[in-house]
Protein backbone atom coordinates (compact mmCIF):
# COMPACT_ATOMS: atom_id res chain seq x y z
CA UNK A 1 0.00 0.00 0.00
CA UNK A 2 1.11 3.50 -1.05
CA UNK A 3 1.31 6.34 1.54
CA UNK A 4 -1.33 8.75 0.86
CA UNK A 5 -0.82 12.47 0.66
CA UNK A 6 -1.43 12.83 4.33
CA UNK A 7 0.76 10.15 5.09
CA UNK A 8 3.06 11.92 4.01
CA UNK A 9 2.58 15.06 5.37
CA UNK A 10 2.69 13.25 8.20
CA UNK A 11 5.85 11.44 7.50
CA UNK A 12 6.91 14.98 6.72
CA UNK A 13 5.88 16.37 10.03
CA UNK A 14 7.76 13.73 12.34
CA UNK A 15 11.02 13.77 10.26
CA UNK A 16 10.84 17.84 10.64
CA UNK A 17 10.10 17.50 14.61
CA UNK A 18 13.15 15.08 14.88
CA UNK A 19 14.65 18.33 16.37
CA UNK A 20 12.72 17.96 19.88
CA UNK A 21 14.07 14.46 20.56
CA UNK A 22 16.70 14.13 23.53
CA UNK A 23 17.25 18.22 23.18
CA UNK A 24 20.09 17.08 20.48
CA UNK A 25 21.38 20.37 18.49
CA UNK A 26 20.66 19.41 14.41
CA UNK A 27 19.49 22.59 12.99
CA UNK A 28 15.47 22.86 12.18
CA UNK A 29 16.38 23.61 8.75
CA UNK A 30 18.54 20.48 8.28
CA UNK A 31 15.64 18.63 9.50
CA UNK A 32 12.76 20.26 7.69
CA UNK A 33 15.17 20.12 4.80
CA UNK A 34 15.44 16.60 4.44
CA UNK A 35 12.20 15.78 5.67
CA UNK A 36 10.61 18.03 2.54
CA UNK A 37 13.13 16.64 -0.24
CA UNK A 38 14.68 13.21 0.63
CA UNK A 39 10.62 11.82 2.12
CA UNK A 40 10.10 9.53 -1.23
CA UNK A 41 13.19 7.95 -1.41
CA UNK A 42 13.38 6.83 2.27
CA UNK A 43 9.77 6.17 3.12
CA UNK A 44 8.75 2.56 3.56
CA UNK A 45 6.35 1.95 1.42
CA UNK A 46 7.66 3.47 -1.68
CA UNK A 47 9.90 1.85 -4.22
CA UNK A 48 13.38 2.24 -3.86
CA UNK A 49 14.51 4.61 -6.56
CA UNK A 50 17.96 6.72 -7.00
CA UNK A 51 17.45 10.05 -4.22
CA UNK A 52 17.12 13.24 -6.66
CA UNK A 53 19.68 16.43 -6.54
CA UNK A 54 17.90 18.34 -4.10
CA UNK A 55 17.49 15.26 -1.70
CA UNK A 56 20.99 15.32 -2.01
CA UNK A 57 22.19 18.29 -1.31
CA UNK A 58 19.78 18.22 1.71
CA UNK A 59 22.08 14.96 3.01
CA UNK A 60 25.02 16.48 1.59
CA UNK A 61 24.09 20.08 3.88
CA UNK A 62 22.53 17.81 7.13
CA UNK A 63 24.56 16.59 10.32
CA UNK A 64 23.34 12.65 9.48
CA UNK A 65 24.59 11.32 12.36
CA UNK A 66 22.74 13.58 14.87
CA UNK A 67 19.84 13.45 12.97
CA UNK A 68 20.17 9.07 13.02
CA UNK A 69 19.91 9.94 17.06
CA UNK A 70 16.85 11.36 16.80
CA UNK A 71 14.67 8.51 14.60
CA UNK A 72 12.33 7.48 17.34
CA UNK A 73 10.09 4.30 17.09
CA UNK A 74 7.28 6.24 15.38
CA UNK A 75 9.44 7.55 12.67
CA UNK A 76 11.29 4.24 11.83
CA UNK A 77 7.53 2.57 11.29
CA UNK A 78 7.47 5.30 8.48
CA UNK A 79 10.94 5.02 6.94
CA UNK A 80 13.34 2.14 6.03
CA UNK A 81 16.51 2.80 7.79
CA UNK A 82 18.04 0.54 5.13
CA UNK A 83 17.01 3.09 2.47
CA UNK A 84 18.38 6.00 4.81
CA UNK A 85 21.46 4.45 4.48
CA UNK A 86 21.65 4.18 1.04
CA UNK A 87 20.58 7.44 0.28
CA UNK A 88 23.66 9.00 2.37
CA UNK A 89 25.33 6.81 0.62
CA UNK A 90 24.17 7.32 -2.71
CA UNK A 91 24.60 11.11 -2.10
CA UNK A 92 28.14 11.06 -1.39
CA UNK A 93 27.69 11.26 2.67
CA UNK A 94 27.66 7.39 4.06
CA UNK A 95 26.65 7.36 7.33
CA UNK A 96 29.89 5.91 9.27
CA UNK A 97 29.84 2.15 10.29
CA UNK A 98 28.41 1.33 13.81
CA UNK A 99 26.13 4.59 13.92
CA UNK A 100 23.10 4.50 15.41
CA UNK A 101 20.28 4.98 13.36
CA UNK A 102 17.39 4.62 14.79
CA UNK A 103 16.92 0.97 16.59
CA UNK A 104 20.19 -0.81 14.93
CA UNK A 105 23.51 -0.24 14.05
CA UNK A 106 23.98 0.90 10.42
CA UNK A 107 26.12 -1.20 7.88
CA UNK A 108 28.30 0.00 4.94
CA UNK A 109 26.69 -1.69 2.79
CA UNK A 110 23.63 -0.13 0.07
CA UNK A 111 22.27 -3.24 -1.34
CA UNK A 112 19.24 -2.31 -2.29
CA UNK A 113 21.01 0.35 -4.39
CA UNK A 114 23.43 -2.09 -5.14
CA UNK A 115 20.55 -4.19 -6.32
CA UNK A 116 18.63 -1.30 -8.43
CA UNK A 117 21.66 -0.72 -10.39
CA UNK A 118 22.17 -4.04 -11.67
CA UNK A 119 18.92 -3.88 -12.71
CA UNK A 120 18.74 -0.68 -14.85
CA UNK A 121 22.05 -1.76 -16.48
CA UNK A 122 20.63 -4.88 -18.12
Known amino acids: MAFSGVGMAVLGLLLAGLVLVNGQSCSDQDLATLGARCRPFVARELPPAPPSEDCCNAVRGADLVCVCGRITPEIERMISMQKV ?35 LKR
Open 85 to 119: VDVASRCGKPIPSGTRCGCKNQPLSSPIYDALESK
